[in-house]
């Protein structure tokens, strides 16, 4: 085979075509001796898999034929099926991940969804094209993304029920919260609600790096402060914990909406964003050279030399438009003072760091979704939930659902017995009246029930 393999590459590499063709041929070639390797791989691997499930009373299907696209290009083979009670299986697409009717492999899915993340999806299936063995149209790539957004809310939903109490504890804990408006294909503007949790700052050589931050975002605010209040509650022992939270203190981001996230901690530290702050300094105050005496004001979180600012910048309006605009600042300042107060002035660690960063991870979202004046249909959570996961470092978990692992035994044991597949939230679907029991004899025990306590045991 190797003297072969030698004949065919001097064949393609000592012919007249330029360079791009001569590797175009490698590219074919290599995919179709991959197929002729896996193929006998499968001729020698498959009776030993099919005999174990034998073992277990399966019996055996014919040969049938499949094409799978890998990054490498397509990869034909043919391989058996066993089947028990109903249940049929082939044993060499399971060992490979694939599902029954995928026509792309996983790893190449998650390449265009990773794609998808940096262009559109007309423009991943061109890139992929190009610089892959792979054709995958554009639609393709949307299903793809389409197919994550069901994978991340199964993810959630396991969390949510499955979830246990956390144990780390931290001194200090950072959370922000703000709104991001994307374009909608309704010609209506669809609000993201974006949260962040971070354990502050560290420091790496002369680079700054906030410590374990995760980012959780959605269209529904309340659904997207689940998953956040979750996420605190699976991950951390927050009662000797200072939480400080920072917000431009809209519609859904008030200091009472995340002391509602809170359970009970060591103090809550609330902070009215200073870019906030000073965009509305630049809306009211309409003599410039007074805003840099509003910002010493604040700095110094001085209420007698706010006052005076505030006066000197009253005695300067001529128009009840400007004495409107003194009005409004007044009632502001006055309504947010307890939480404009500085950093350096409160019982908080080194200087402000950790805080007000939320402006700048907006691009995440915005440099994908809002560049060209993009508008999202269904597809818009999806791709804001594969933008922030890849930053969790949560993409390849929830991608290639390895929380299902925790049920895979359950899986197996039903599917022999003839019964629909376990899923894990079957069990609030069933009646009081028609939970099952059963009675199990722990001295000789029966072998799915000792693999099972052998399961439980951690064995």
Not at 148 to 168: D, S, V
Not at 297 to 320: F, G, V
Not at 362 to 383: C, D, P, Q, V
Request: charged residues 30%; glycine residues 6%.
């Amino acid at each position: 085979m190797f003297a072969a393999f030698l004949t065919d590459l001097h064949e393609i590499l000592r012919t007249d075509n330029d360079g791009l063709e001569k590797e175009k041929q490698l590219m074919n070639y290599s995919s179709n001796l991959m197929n002729r390797v896996f193929q006998s791989w499968i001729n020698w691997q498959e009776p030993q898999l099919i005999q174990s499930y034998q073992g277990k009373g399966y019996t055996v299907g014919k040969a049938v034929e499949r094409s799978v696209q890998f990054l490498f290009g397509v990869l034909t083979y043919t391989r058996k099926s066993v089947e028990r009670n109903g249940q049929i299986i082939y044993p060499i697409d399971e060992l490979l991940g694939i599902e029954r009717y995928d026509r792309y492999s996983l790893r190449t899915k998650y390449a265009l969804a990773e794609l998808s993340m940096v262009t559109s999806y007309r423009k991943a299936s061109e890139l992929i094209e190009v610089v892959g063995n792979v054709q995958a149209s554009k639609d393709t790539v949307m299903k793809v993304v389409h197919e994550y957004e069901k994978k991340y809310k199964e993810h959630e939903a396991y969390l949510e029920e499955y979830g246990q109490e956390g144990t780390r504890m931290v001194d200090y804990l950072y959370i922000e919260g703000d709104g991001v408006f994307v374009g909608g294909k309704d010609g209506k503007n669809k609000e993201l609600a974006h949260f962040i949790v971070h354990e502050g700052v560290e420091t790496n050589g002369q680079r700054k790096k906030t410590k374990n931050l995760k980012q959780f975002v959605g269209l529904g605010h309340k659904k997207t402060m689940n998953h956040l209040e979750n996420y605190l509650y699976r991950t951390y022992n927050l009662k000797n914990t200072v939480i400080v939270t920072n917000s431009d203190g809209g519609k859904g981001y008030s200091q009472k909406t995340f002391k509602s996230l809170l359970p009970v901690v060591k103090r809550h530290e609330h902070f009215l964003d200073r870019y906030h702050i000073s965009l509305k300094l630049e809306q009211r105050v309409f003599v410039p050279e007074l805003i840099p005496v509003f910002q010493q004001a604040i700095n110094h979180y001085s209420t007698k030399d706010l006052q005076r600012a505030l006066d000197t910048l009253e005695s300067h309006a001529e128009t009840e438009e400007q004495e409107n605009h003194v009005k409004k600042l007044r009632a502001y300042l006055r309504r947010n003072w307890k939480i404009i107060k500085p950093y350096h002035i409160r019982e908080l660690p080194g200087e402000k760091q950790g805080i007000g960063i939320m402006e700048s991870l907006h691009r995440i979202l915005t440099f994908r979704m809002k560049r060209n004046s993009k508008y999202w249909g269904k597809g818009l959570e999806a791709m804001a939930w594969l933008l922030t996961t890849k930053r969790n470092n949560t993409l390849k978990d929830i991608f290639t659902e390895k929380w299902q692992e925790a049920f895979a035994l359950d899986d197996r044991l039903v599917a022999e017995l003839g019964n629909c597949p376990n899923h894990f939230f079957d069990d609030e679907r069933e009646k009081i009246d028609s939970v099952k029991t059963y009675a199990i004899n722990y001295q000789r025990p029966s072998n799915r029930t000792k693999e099972r306590l052998d399961w439980y045991k951690g064995k």
